[in-house]
């Protein structure tokens, strides 16, 4: 009965060993994509998050105006900075937060959108800057699609997905086996020597960032251009479909309808649809529109734009905190409203995403939320770094450094499961990892 018992322990320790191998080759190989990514997502993401600080910093200079003599009518506001650009069309108007605020009008000309600061009281151009040149919207453009279109959007989205993969597989070999105490699983032992100094750094950054991590890598795959696509899929058969979503995908407009369009007739050689005709506005309309988005409580920033094609307006919100946002259509000769759509009323998906979004830009709850999403940003950069100084550490110098492969542990139906799930929520993951399986058959041991 002895040796019986003998050899089911070495069975069952045996199949452990195995599958923590098996745990951290793939622990291994996603970090090894993904830490490179991660390094760079947390610090262009700690940057957007501070949007609203950086802006009021850079526009400063536009935000404390003498205030001198009588205020110009809004269209002669308008008048002003379309003389800055001959040629140019208005495109919307901001509402000034405050009597000393120069007036944000944005005008387009040749498919170019400026910004022009406009001196109410002076009637002055300030200045002017093409809106793609913001920084804010360099910074969101280095963060969601590297500045390489849909295929950076397509490398951005791979390496989150597998960053949710390597966090998952972390949690694992974090998972104390018969340690006692909790340093080196709450708390670093930072005295102990360098070895460990470097361990329990990764491994206790992991443990702590890990969910929340996971969390905002899910609210950021709504800008990516397949998840995104994906989603309006998702939308569609689900009957969820409650007009364009308000935000970008892959950096473009969410509304596609229009862009394909123009785009297959671009590789087709066909000449492309007219543009929409100019709106049907009037003398007087956008100094009522104005006005009466003065006695409407919108957060700011509240921007005025006439409707394509009719003789109506829209005034709405455009709140970096999603659940503040309204929008209203209003007629341009009487100042009536005909619609008012609240983020309430909003199907339940896009209300999701909405949440999701405004807490991934740290705007859900204020300055709290920014500091912490400053501070999981940080610990995901600590995880990139100490990962990559553990594995230059243990590497043999001429080679990769990556775990032996043993003997293959069984995968139950538990765990199989759970992949099928993660690959249909995350299309682009489920792919790559048929291939990474398919090269990891054919790589030998």
């Not at 923590?20 to 610090?43: D, E, K, T």
């Not at 699609?145 to 390496?159: D, F, N, P, Q």
């Not at 859900?364 to 594995?391: C, M, P």
Request: overall charge positive.
């Amino acid at each position: 009965m002895e040796t019986v018992k003998v050899k089911v322990k070495v069975k069952v320790k045996g199949q452990g060993i195995s599958w923590y191998n098996a745990v951290w080759r793939w622990h291994f190989y996603a970090g090894l994509f993904c830490l490179p990514f991660i390094l760079w997502l947390s610090v262009t993401g700690t940057i957007y998050l501070w949007k609203p600080q950086i802006e009021a910093w850079q526009e400063r200079g536009y935000d404390n105006l003498p205030v001198t003599g009588a205020r110009a009518t809004p269209e002669a506001i308008v008048a002003t900075a379309l003389a800055a650009r001959p040629g140019a069309r208005f495109g919307k108007y901001e509402r000034p937060e405050t009597p000393t605020q120069a007036v944000r009008v944005l005008i387009a000309k040749d498919g170019v959108e400026t910004r022009v600061y406009v001196d109410p009281y002076r009637g002055q151009v300030l200045g002017s800057v093409r809106e793609d040149a913001r920084l804010m919207k360099t910074i969101s453009a280095l963060h969601g699609t590297l500045l390489a279109g849909k295929v950076g959007s397509w490398i951005v989205e791979i390496a989150a997905c597998w960053t949710i993969t390597m966090l998952l597989t972390g949690l694992y070999l974090w998972w104390p086996r018969g340690r006692k105490g909790l340093a080196g699983v709450l708390y670093p032992r930072w005295r102990s020597g360098r070895r460990l100094f470097w361990r329990d750094t990764h491994a206790v950054a992991g443990i702590w960032v890990s969910l929340v991590a996971i969390f905002l890598i899910a609210t950021g795959l709504p800008w990516a251009n397949a998840w995104g696509s994906y989603l309006a899929a998702v939308r569609t058969a689900t009957g969820t479909t409650d007009g364009p979503v308000d935000w970008m995908i892959a950096g473009k407009p969410a509304d596609k309808s229009r862009a394909k369009i123009d785009e297959h007739a671009e590789h087709r050689g066909m000449t492309m649809a007219p543009p929409p005709p100019v709106p049907a506005t009037h003398p007087g309309d956008l100094n009522r529109m104005v006005a009466a988005a003065e006695h409407l409580p919108l957060a700011a920033p509240v921007l005025i734009a006439p409707k394509p094609g009719t003789a109506n307006w829209t005034i709405g919100s455009e709140s970096a905190n999603r659940p503040e946002r309204t929008r209203l259509t209003l007629d341009g000769a009487t100042g009536q409203i005909l619609d008012r759509r609240d983020f309430a009323q909003r199907q339940w998906i896009d209300r999701a995403v909405g949440y999701g979004i405004a807490i991934h830009e740290g705007a859900f709850f204020g300055l709290a939320n920014q500091i912490l999403g400053t501070l999981v940003t940080t610990l995901l950069a600590t995880l990139a770094i100490s990962g990559t100084v553990l594995w230059w550490r243990r590497r043999k110098p001429g080679t990769l450094g990556a775990p032996i492969r043993l003997t293959r542990p069984r995968y139950g139906p538990l765990l199989i499961a759970g992949i099928a799930t993660l690959g249909v929520a995350m299309p682009l993951f489920g792919a790559t990892l048929v291939a990474v399986l398919a090269l990891d058959r054919l790589v030998p041991r």
